[in-house]
């Protein structure tokens, strides 16, 4: 109840703040041009440090009003133009007229600009930059420092926060998640998650990320089924550098990495590389991780067209932590781990090579085209005691008149995989009212799936590293998009974004005989997106969109089935309106979305016609919600950053299975209306920042999630409760004669030391004429600490 008052609480100061009356003084006006006097609509210009900015519009050019009458600078930017600040005094009236000159060389960002959401664009994004993300960059991985952005719920099996983590947005787990690196598609093809474990200190050669909520703009790969995630490592660093980061804290955790750069040699060529090495003992017992990689990329530049070439490579060893902890250990042993064989490890290794060009073939016209490989390859190895010898293919042991039908074993379970493929766009832009993209792209997938067995305590006429099963795959995945903005009035935007994508899956699975048979499955998808954005002034936007997503089952959906009970892709309507206010003190946003899904699959507990409890498709659920979100300068050394997403996440009929090992039949159950499982009706996330003196932050970083059902019946014995955690962050930074910066950072997790469960699992059946549920949780970490050093020269 406590922290239920404190969230409504903080929600009437969201609403109160965005309603306070802005500083209606003094307005400033322009225009924006290059440097033979074309008018350059959309760039962007805003007042340092304030929360005040705009966009010039189709005839470039701006107005800002009710500035205070002090000295501001304003700095003015644009896509492939150097950025310009210019001091004003707004008690001066007057018009500005303020030129961009051309970058002596092409930019990086270009590439993903086609895939990028953009003030136009009418969705709800966060956008989060290199500065954010190294201030919380002491080891954890990418999902935890995005933990503080809207609608995000995050994960870690070791409960440390490094090794296997998760991230759900607006619910949705990381296989409905979109994720691109420079534009190329990263998840994994068949089971569409995300594996961030195998690129560990990825973070590190970032330059943004950009988080699409909702089905997003057209982009490549997986379906966007709830978020886009749009990583950019690229950017071109002019003058040569050194980093060295070195941090480490509780549970053994630490890490060191070494960044180096050329800078721009003979304004043409540029080399930049990175080395690291992350360990961690975790949280839970023997849930340690250790993890190695590195990132070299080599630069081509001219003044119209750019060459990169990245190699990047991650290697990992984790022990397994998959099992969480049963329901009755939480209070005694909130750290247990069931797996005690000491080589209970996932060992695997993923190496990516990325050539990216783009080239101006016009004023108007610019092509992007990149090509990509990466193989991944690895095992992890489980001790499994007293397995039947029948489930391997293999005979029993006969000793004498005895005979053996279990035994003691250890096998691997292997995974040989290379991905590649190219994307393209054509970007195109009128410097006047339309800018449009035509772009896609095409990759195939091919996965070698194999067990084998390295030692039997009792074996009988079988060699080591017997493969008792495999599996080859092929995955095929081509789409094209066009997309286009058009200014229909001063005031008013709209974009039209139409995609079609083709899935073509070869795999190992059951035929209608139930025989273990290669099959295929083609699928053809069109995902129409449309909205609108008025610029109400220059404080103020509103947009509204609706957007279709749909997407393939995954593996396990289509191996354990046949084609009778193979069930049907998903598919999503995606409505989103929304409402922006800027002024120089404070930002603020609302937006509100309603997401309706048809055949959205879920788990149930049905066994199918194979004998396997797949994932079914309920014919209608939704998700419908409001994120706000708030930044604002309460004083001038304090500033607040929050957000909250409220929601409601329905399934309207589900029927829940039970077996029952009273009679060895199934039971179903009817429920209207329930909760989708693992979708709290409350997260918000917040971070007031305070600089009492030059170079020095104070953070209290604050983060809660409401409470969360296992599964789709909404029975309070199968869930997570609420949770609301607390970190304090501090950051002190300085400038020597003999460093560009020495930056110190210190972060006190989980201060209050909340015992929470981020994530679990549940098993319900019936015995003895009851319904039990058999919980397992994956408790995080209490009170713990992080600190680290960063030296730039």
């Given at each position: 109840m406590k922290k239920t008052t404190t969230y409504l609480i903080l929600l009437v100061a969201l609403l109160w703040l965005s309603t306070l009356p802005a500083w209606a003084q003094r307005t400033i006006s322009g225009t924006v041009s290059d440097a033979d006097g074309g008018t350059l609509p959309g760039a962007a210009v805003v007042l340092e440090g304030t929360y005040k900015g705009t966009f010039t519009d189709a005839t470039g050019t701006f107005r800002l009003t009710n500035l205070k009458p002090v000295t501001l600078s304003i700095q003015v930017s644009m896509l492939g133009y150097e950025t310009q600040s210019q001091t004003i005094d707004p008690s001066q009236n007057g018009t500005l007229a303020i030129k961009l000159v051309r970058t002596a060389v092409a930019v990086d960002e270009v590439v993903v600009s086609a895939t990028r959401a953009n003030q136009k664009s009418a969705i709800a994004y966060t956008d989060v930059t290199r500065r954010d993300l190294n201030k919380l960059?002491?080891?954890?991985?990418?999902?935890?420092?995005?933990?503080?952005?809207?609608?995000?719920?995050?994960?870690?099996?070791?409960?440390?926060?490094?090794?296997?983590?998760?991230?759900?947005?607006?619910?949705?787990?990381?296989?409905?998640?979109?994720?691109?690196?420079?534009?190329?598609?990263?998840?994994?093809?068949?089971?569409?998650?995300?594996?961030?474990?195998?690129?560990?200190?990825?973070?590190?050669?970032?330059?943004?990320?950009?988080?699409?909520?909702?089905?997003?703009?057209?982009?490549?790969?997986?379906?966007?089924?709830?978020?886009?995630?749009?990583?950019?490592?690229?950017?071109?660093?002019?003058?040569?550098?050194?980093?060295?980061?070195?941090?480490?804290?509780?549970?053994?955790?630490?890490?060191?990495?070494?960044?180096?750069?050329?800078?721009?040699?003979?304004?043409?060529?540029?080399?930049?590389?990175?080395?690291?090495?992350?360990?961690?003992?975790?949280?839970?017992?023997?849930?340690?991780?250790?993890?190695?990689?590195?990132?070299?990329?080599?630069?081509?530049?001219?003044?119209?067209?750019?060459?990169?070439?990245?190699?990047?490579?991650?290697?990992?060893?984790?022990?397994?932590?998959?099992?969480?902890?049963?329901?009755?250990?939480?209070?005694?042993?909130r750290t247990y781990n069931s797996f005690t064989y000491d080589n209970q490890t996932d060992n695997y290794q993923q190496d990516n090579y990325q050539l990216i060009s783009s080239h101006e073939l016009t004023k108007n016209w610019r092509a992007n085209l990149s090509f990509f490989y990466t193989k991944g390859k690895g095992y992890y190895e489980e001790f499994r005691p007293q397995d039947a010898y029948s489930k391997y293919g293999l005979p029993n042991v006969v000793i004498g008149d005895s005979t053996i039908r279990q035994t003691d074993l250890i096998r691997r379970l292997w995974l040989d995989n290379d991905f590649y493929g190219g994307v393209f766009s054509f970007d195109y832009n009128s410097f006047g009212k339309l800018t449009a993209n035509i772009g896609g792209g095409w990759n195939q997938y091919k996965g070698a799936h194999y067990g084998e067995i390295i030692w039997e305590r009792v074996a009988g006429n079988t060699n080591i590293r017997d493969r008792y099963y495999e599996d080859n795959a092929t995955k095929r995945d081509f789409n094209l998009y066009a997309k286009a903005f058009y200014q229909l009035t001063p005031k008013l935007n709209g974009f039209v974004d139409a995609q079609i994508r083709t899935v073509d899956y070869s795999f190992l699975g059951y035929n209608s005989q139930l025989q273990n048979v290669q099959q295929n499955a083609k699928l053809t998808f069109f995902n129409p997106k449309a909205g609108l954005t008025y610029t109400i002034n220059d404080r103020s936007t509103a947009y509204a969109s609706v957007g279709v997503g749909q997407r393939e089952p995954n593996r396990n959906d289509y191996t354990q089935s046949t084609p009778e009970s193979r069930p049907k892709a998903e598919k999503l309507i995606d409505y989103e309106a929304g409402y922006k206010v800027q002024?120089?003190?404070?930002?603020?946003?609302?937006?509100?979305?309603?997401?309706?899904?048809?055949?959205?699959?879920?788990?149930?507990?049905?066994?199918?016609?194979?004998?396997?409890?797949?994932?079914?498709?309920?014919?209608?659920?939704?998700?419908?919600?409001?994120?706000?979100?708030?930044?604002?300068?309460?004083?001038?050394?304090?500033?607040?950053?929050?957000?909250?997403?409220?929601?409601?996440?329905?399934?309207?009929?589900?029927?829940?299975?039970?077996?029952?090992?009273?009679?060895?039949?199934?039971?179903?159950?009817?429920?209207?209306?329930?909760?989708?499982?693992?979708?709290?009706?409350?997260?918000?996330?917040?971070?007031?920042?305070?600089?009492?003196?030059?170079?020095?932050?104070?953070?209290?970083?604050?983060?809660?999630?409401?409470?969360?059902?296992?599964?789709?019946?909404?029975?309070?014995s199968r869930k997570l409760n609420s949770y609301f955690t607390n970190d304090i962050r501090l950051i002190y930074s300085l400038k020597p004669k003999f460093a560009q910066e020495i930056v110190f950072t210190v972060l006190f997790n989980n201060v209050f030391n909340e015992l929470y469960e981020s994530n679990g699992y549940t098993y319900a059946y019936i015995s003895e004429g009851k319904v039990t549920a058999d919980n397992g949780y994956y408790p995080q970490a209490g009170r713990n600490f992080l600190a680290g050093i960063r030296v730039r020269f």
């Amino acid at each position: 109840m406590k922290k239920t008052t404190t969230y409504l609480i903080l929600l009437v100061a969201l609403l109160w703040l965005s309603t306070l009356p802005a500083w209606a003084q003094r307005t400033i006006s322009g225009t924006v041009s290059d440097a033979d006097g074309g008018t350059l609509p959309g760039a962007a210009v805003v007042l340092e440090g304030t929360y005040k900015g705009t966009f010039t519009d189709a005839t470039g050019t701006f107005r800002l009003t009710n500035l205070k009458p002090v000295t501001l600078s304003i700095q003015v930017s644009m896509l492939g133009y150097e950025t310009q600040s210019q001091t004003i005094d707004p008690s001066q009236n007057g018009t500005l007229a303020i030129k961009l000159v051309r970058t002596a060389v092409a930019v990086d960002e270009v590439v993903v600009s086609a895939t990028r959401a953009n003030q136009k664009s009418a969705i709800a994004y966060t956008d989060v930059t290199r500065r954010d993300l190294n201030k919380l960059n002491l080891g954890q991985d990418i999902p935890q420092l995005l933990n503080f952005t809207p609608s995000i719920v995050t994960t870690s099996d070791a409960g440390a926060g490094v090794g296997y983590t998760g991230i759900r947005i607006r619910g949705s787990d990381a296989t409905r998640v979109n994720v691109t690196l420079n534009g190329i598609p990263y998840n994994d093809a068949e089971s569409q998650g995300t594996f961030f474990v195998n690129m560990p200190d990825f973070a590190s050669s970032v330059s943004t990320v950009q988080i699409q909520r909702g089905v997003g703009t057209s982009t490549n790969g997986a379906g966007a089924f709830g978020a886009s995630v749009n990583i950019q490592t690229n950017k071109l660093e002019q003058k040569p550098y050194a980093e060295v980061n070195m941090s480490g804290g509780s549970f053994g955790t630490r890490k060191v990495n070494v960044l180096v750069g050329t800078g721009l040699l003979n304004n043409h060529f540029v080399l930049d590389a990175r080395l690291s090495k992350i360990h961690s003992d975790g949280y839970i017992d023997r849930a340690f991780s250790d993890l190695k990689s590195f990132y070299i990329s080599g630069g081509y530049y001219t003044k119209k067209s750019f060459f990169r070439l990245n190699v990047f490579s991650g290697q990992e060893q984790t022990y397994q932590a998959w099992n969480g902890v049963p329901e009755n250990l939480l209070k005694t042993d909130r750290t247990y781990n069931s797996f005690t064989y000491d080589n209970q490890t996932d060992n695997y290794q993923q190496d990516n090579y990325q050539l990216i060009s783009s080239h101006e073939l016009t004023k108007n016209w610019r092509a992007n085209l990149s090509f990509f490989y990466t193989k991944g390859k690895g095992y992890y190895e489980e001790f499994r005691p007293q397995d039947a010898y029948s489930k391997y293919g293999l005979p029993n042991v006969v000793i004498g008149d005895s005979t053996i039908r279990q035994t003691d074993l250890i096998r691997r379970l292997w995974l040989d995989n290379d991905f590649y493929g190219g994307v393209f766009s054509f970007d195109y832009n009128s410097f006047g009212k339309l800018t449009a993209n035509i772009g896609g792209g095409w990759n195939q997938y091919k996965g070698a799936h194999y067990g084998e067995i390295i030692w039997e305590r009792v074996a009988g006429n079988t060699n080591i590293r017997d493969r008792y099963y495999e599996d080859n795959a092929t995955k095929r995945d081509f789409n094209l998009y066009a997309k286009a903005f058009y200014q229909l009035t001063p005031k008013l935007n709209g974009f039209v974004d139409a995609q079609i994508r083709t899935v073509d899956y070869s795999f190992l699975g059951y035929n209608s005989q139930l025989q273990n048979v290669q099959q295929n499955a083609k699928l053809t998808f069109f995902n129409p997106k449309a909205g609108l954005t008025y610029t109400i002034n220059d404080r103020s936007t509103a947009y509204a969109s609706v957007g279709v997503g749909q997407r393939e089952p995954n593996r396990n959906d289509y191996t354990q089935s046949t084609p009778e009970s193979r069930p049907k892709a998903e598919k999503l309507i995606d409505y989103e309106a929304g409402y922006k206010v800027q002024t120089q003190n404070l930002a603020f946003t609302v937006n509100g979305y309603y997401m309706n899904y048809r055949n959205q699959l879920v788990l149930s507990g049905k066994l199918n016609d194979v004998g396997a409890a797949n994932r079914v498709n309920v014919a209608n659920s939704y998700r419908a919600g409001l994120e706000l979100e708030l930044g604002t300068r309460l004083a001038k050394q304090l500033r607040w950053n929050v957000n909250a997403t409220f929601s409601q996440n329905k399934v309207r009929n589900f029927t829940e299975y039970l077996d029952n090992f009273d009679n060895g039949q199934q039971e179903s159950r009817q429920y209207s209306r329930t909760d989708i499982s693992f979708s709290p009706n409350a997260i918000a996330g917040s971070q007031l920042l305070f600089m009492p003196a030059k170079g020095l932050e104070v953070g209290l970083l604050s983060k809660y999630v409401g409470k969360q059902y296992m599964d789709n019946t909404s029975n309070e014995s199968r869930k997570l409760n609420s949770y609301f955690t607390n970190d304090i962050r501090l950051i002190y930074s300085l400038k020597p004669k003999f460093a560009q910066e020495i930056v110190f950072t210190v972060l006190f997790n989980n201060v209050f030391n909340e015992l929470y469960e981020s994530n679990g699992y549940t098993y319900a059946y019936i015995s003895e004429g009851k319904v039990t549920a058999d919980n397992g949780y994956y408790p995080q970490a209490g009170r713990n600490f992080l600190a680290g050093i960063r030296v730039r020269f």
